[in-house]
């Protein structure tokens, strides 16, 4: 007989869980026991902490244990306001304390009797007092006083204390129930408290230092269930054997160069290299900021494998891009012989077929396309290495799928998204990351202001300036149409407003996604072609458009985007010889917006924006992942818990090396929660 599942049952279980309580905790997704345990305090309070009045400093938090010298006098200044006054001392100084709207405290207290109490301690010369301490009598010490207690993020209606009870009894109901899903190899190489332990320990910690030993457990179990859950759903595996390229002098390339690489290139190019070369197959991921130079250590990349008389494949998520890499890459290669090719959707279908031919007899080295290249009649003839473009997209599955075409092909993504290493770890958990810190020499930065709306009519001026020496310039829209829910710039609204008005004599052009992709298309390419000067658009340009002639990015209500999505905005401009400008309209007062902007104008770096970005989202971040697809985090924080994470890497390849989910009976509980969590919250990403 299947055992009751204490974990499974409502929230209304719970000892003191009524109807109405139950809906409040619902707002906060608790529904169930399982829910309640893993909600886990935002905060601590340290009451263990006992002084002596004298030692007492103004503004800190701490109890004392003293006994009242005087009667408890209450006092009615007004209506609805009772005041409770009383003093106490411990032989060392005195304390007045004071209560407000708790008239029956007077019951509870005597003079002459000992308590502990506890609050926030305010001190004014030799003066010193607490306001609504909490009380306790001196033999009850350890219940409200002497012991941490947790703090909860709450909502309307609930109280600490309410969620302290909550806690408290789903714990009596687990009792020691847990499952211990790490097995115990695991917990002892990477020094894990056992699971009950920890539950009772992050709620209710005795001491500090075990609330830290329960809450690196959690931490490391969930990041490890978070990072063996993509590596399942990606069904990639991390060690395979691959091509063994041999070494090719690259000179021949790089003397074909108006540039000479940096170094971070250089270093990128090394480690490439070096994986080709090796029996190892390449998994690599190269994160490089907007203009870094990424498309080139493509081209070396293809060029090695080129020479090994192996084909290569690139791929980039729209036919725009496509185009641009073609053009740029092709006639580069073509004077080494390299035959390139372009496939995309628009390709008519009598030279598709021809293209796929060339690709099968094996007379195309090079095929860039979109998606058009994984449809599955493509064959190659000898596939060695497939790069894909993702700009800041996703797209695990294409990956998997284009990669079964050659036999283990040796595999890079390119990414323009900078984010923290941290992020890129549990994203690309089963890539080498190489990263391109470094920009082009003699890039000149782009002035970034943050304006409101009084510079508007200066704005506008601006773009015209702009325009009539030849330039173009974006402006993007936090929203499609107007709504009524939401107070912001719609693209649709402002490019009505502007042609009639402001931008009168300028050809402005439309984009945004409820467009379809003809459509979408046609647009884009009149700005590239430069027949519009203006782009009013929604975040649909964000992906890799190079239109190195635009030197102006406008951002309406820039306050409504995320840090690293203005960086990618941003980065649209100063792609060419022009300077370039970004203008934030910034409609927040908030001090946030303020940080943020700032950072915008202070800053052009990606990876420092992308740091700040998970910083400014604070303990708790929920975001910064979820923007990913990643199911939300509950404990842990990719900004602080980068060293736990170092441990989980090491867990999960000791996990997948040694195949251990399939063979060892002691890693079932794990496997088993790990196939729950897949089916429950890995939807988003599966679909990709
Ligand atoms: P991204 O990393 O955004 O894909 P690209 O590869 O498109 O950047 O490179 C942006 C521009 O910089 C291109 O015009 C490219 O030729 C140029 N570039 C690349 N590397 C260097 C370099 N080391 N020095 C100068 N210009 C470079
Ligand atoms: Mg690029």
Redesign the pocket.
């Known amino acids: 007989m299947p055992q009751e599942n204490i974990f499974e049952k409502s929230i209304k279980y719970v000892k003191g869980v009524g109807e109405a309580r139950a809906k409040l905790l619902s707002k906060l997704g608790i529904c169930t026991v399982n829910d309640a345990l893993n909600y886990f305090p935002r905060d601590y309070q340290d009451r263990t902490i006992l002084k002596k009045i004298a030692e007492l400093q103004d503004g800190e938090e701490c109890g004392v244990r003293a006994s009242l010298i005087s009667d408890v006098a209450e006092s009615r200044p007004r209506r609805n306001l009772s005041i409770i006054k009383t003093m106490a001392s411990d032989g060392t100084a005195f304390l007045s304390l004071t209560w407000f709207n708790q008239s029956y405290i007077k019951n509870n207290l005597k003079n002459g009797v000992e308590y502990i109490f506890f609050g926030k301690v305010k001190r004014t010369g030799m003066r010193l007092e607490m306001n609504n301490p909490v009380i306790e009598t001196a033999g009850q010490f350890g219940k409200n006083t002497g012991r941490i207690l947790p703090i909860y993020s709450l909502t309307k209606g609930l109280t600490q204390n309410h969620m302290r009870k909550l806690t408290e009894n789903s714990l009596k109901l687990a009792g020691d129930k847990f499952e211990e899903t790490l097995p115990q190899d695991i917990r002892e190489s990477f020094n894990l408290s056992q699971i009950n332990y920890s539950y009772n320990e992050i709620h209710f910690p005795k001491s500090l230092s075990n609330m830290e030993e329960a809450r690196r457990r959690l931490v490391f179990e969930e990041l490890l269930l978070l990072q063996l859950g993509l590596l399942k759903s990606k069904g990639v595996s991390t060690q395979q054997k691959g091509i063994k390229f041999k070494p090719v002098d690259m000179s021949p390339v790089l003397d074909k160069l108006t540039?000479?690489?940096?170094s971070a290139?250089q270093r990128v190019f090394e480690e490439i290299r070096d994986d080709m070369v090796s029996t190892k197959r390449m998994n690599r991921l190269i994160q490089?900021d907007?203009?870094?130079?990424?498309?080139?250590i493509a081209v070396m990349a293809i060029y090695l494998a080129a020479k090994n008389k192996y084909q290569s494949a690139f791929m980039v998520p729209t036919e725009i891009l496509a185009e641009q890499h073609f053009r740029s890459v092709e006639p580069l290669l073509e004077q080494f012989g390299i035959k390139v090719r372009l496939l995309t959707g628009s390709t008519k279908k009598k030279e598709k077929e021809e293209i796929k031919n060339l690709i099968k007899e094996g007379t195309i080295d090079v095929l860039i396309g979109t998606h058009a290249i994984l449809e599955d009649d493509t064959e190659f003839y000898k596939l060695g290495l497939v790069i894909t473009d993702e700009q800041h997209r996703f797209g695990v599955r294409q990956r998997a799928k284009l990669s079964i075409k050659g036999e283990n092909p040796d595999l890079i993504v390119m990414t323009?998204t900078p984010i923290p290493r941290t992020l890129s770890l549990v994203l690309y958990g089963d890539l080498d990351v190489s990263i391109i810190d470094e920009l082009?020499?003699e890039r000149k930065p782009i002035d970034t202001y943050a304006v409101n709306e009084s510079f508007r009519e200066r704005v506008y001026n601006f773009i015209r300036k702009n325009v009539a020496e030849g330039r173009q310039a974006y402006i993007v829209c936090p929203l499609v149409e107007d709504s009524e829910q939401i107070e912001a710039e719609s693209a649709e609204g402002l490019v009505e407003r502007i042609r009639d008005n402001e931008l009168k004599n300028l050809k402005v052009g439309l984009i945004h996604g409820k467009m379809k992709g003809a459509e979408k298309e046609k647009v884009m390419r009149g700005f590239v072609n430069g027949q519009l000067d203006v782009l009013v658009s929604t975040t649909v340009i964000e992906v890799g458009v190079?239109v190195p002639n635009a030197s102006l990015m406008v951002i309406e209500n820039a306050e409504r985007f995320g840090l690293s999505q203005l960086h990618q905005l941003r980065g649209r401009v100063g792609r060419g010889k022009y300077k370039s400008y970004c203008i934030l309209f910034n409609q927040s007062k908030s001090d946030i917006s303020k940080q943020r902007m700032d950072i915008m104008t202070n800053t052009n770096d990606g990876f420092v924006i992308s740091e700040k970005d998970l910083e400014l989202r604070g303990p708790g971040d929920v975001f910064g992942v979820r923007q990913h697809g990643l199911p939300e985090l509950k404990i842990a924080n990719l900004y602080r818990d980068m060293e736990i994470l170092k441990d989980v890497q090491k867990a999960v390849k000791l996990i997948i090396h040694g195949n251990l989910l399939l063979t060892d009976a002691r890693y079932k509980p794990l496997d088993e929660k790990l196939d729950k969590m897949l089916k429950e919250k890995f939807k988003d990403i599966s679909m990709n």
Not at 259 to 262: E, I, Q, R
């Open positions: 540039f000479k690489l940096t290139q490089g907007v203009g870094s130079g990424k498309t080139i323009a082009p020499p190079n």
